[in-house]
């Protein structure tokens, strides 16, 4: 069995699909916020993302950010670590309005 931290890839073994899906995944996206953010589907993303863990040779999405951070494909100043909590209230607020509508 090949040793994990042997491999070695870099951010060129990646499409740049993957490359835009780690980039918004990095930003603390859920897969449905990626998806629409990039027009495709739930699904397609989640296929990018088990072609990216399979590709780098990832487990997780802290392993993949780490990756993506010691390959410049993210800077520390890109990661947005509350969206969800953003998009949280932003949906709150927007029941809220029709509510009053």
């Given amino acids: 069995m090949e040793n994990r931290k042997s491999c070695r890839f870099t951010a060129e073994d990646l499409t740049p699909k993957h490359i835009e899906v780690?980039?918004?995944?990095?930003?603390?996206?859920?897969?449905?916020?990626?998806?629409?953010?990039?027009?495709?589907?739930?699904?397609t993303v989640d296929t990018h993302k088990s072609d990216i863990y399979s590709i780098l040779n990832v487990r997780n999405e802290n392993e993949l950010i780490r990756f993506a951070l010691a390959q410049g494909i993210i800077h520390l100043d890109e990661?947005?670590?509350?969206?969800?909590?953003?998009?949280?209230?932003?949906?709150?607020?927007k029941k809220a309005v029709r509510r009053i509508a």
């Avoid at 980039?23 to 699904?43: D, F, P, Q, V």
């Avoid at 969206?83 to 607020?93: F, I, S, T, V």
């Fill in 22 to 43: 780690i980039r918004l995944l990095g930003n603390g996206y859920t897969t449905i916020e990626a998806a629409e953010n990039l027009g495709i589907s739930k699904r």
């Fill in 79 to 93: 990661l947005n670590f509350f969206p969800r909590e953003r998009a949280r209230l932003q949906r709150k607020a």
